[in-house]
């Protein structure tokens, strides 16, 4: 098992940045890689971004490439998602999510872990 908690969410106007943080406990040493998700009222749960656990490659989504910067902190077992210029649009609760093998790892059910999900609110 994987234990994943999500911190660092909040509100913040429109052009504002948040960090977002995932805690992963239990056998990390399995976790090929970690992803973000995050689900608009009323939407389907969307991909943001995956970083893989060794070598730290990183792919993301049309909608926040370029704004959105996803690290790891292996010795923490810890990922971090920097959202920055963030617009009304990405409102949404952002979840945490882990694989333990590879894969294009941008479908939700690619995953086999999640956490609870924290609320990010962009003012516009």
């Known amino acids: 098992q994987v234990h994943l908690v999500e911190s660092g969410g909040g509100l913040v106007q429109a052009g504002g940045s948040l960090r977002l943080s995932c805690a992963a406990s239990g056998r990390t040493f399995s976790v090929y890689a970690m992803g973000w998700f995050r689900q608009a009222p009323g939407k389907e749960r969307e991909f943001v971004a995956r970083?893989?656990?060794?070598?730290?490659?990183?792919f993301y989504a049309n909608s926040v490439q370029g704004r959105f910067t996803i690290s790891r902190d292996i010795a923490k077992n810890t990922v971090y998602l920097q959202m920055n210029s963030l617009k009304p649009e990405d409102t949404a609760v952002y979840y945490c999510?882990?694989?333990?093998?590879?894969?294009?790892?941008?479908?939700?059910?690619?995953?086999?872990?999640w956490g609870q999900g924290t609320q990010v609110t962009v003012s516009s």
């Open positions: 999510a882990a694989v333990l093998r590879s894969g294009l790892l941008t479908l939700e059910r690619d995953y086999d872990y």
């Open positions: 970083i893989r656990r060794s070598g730290g490659t990183t």
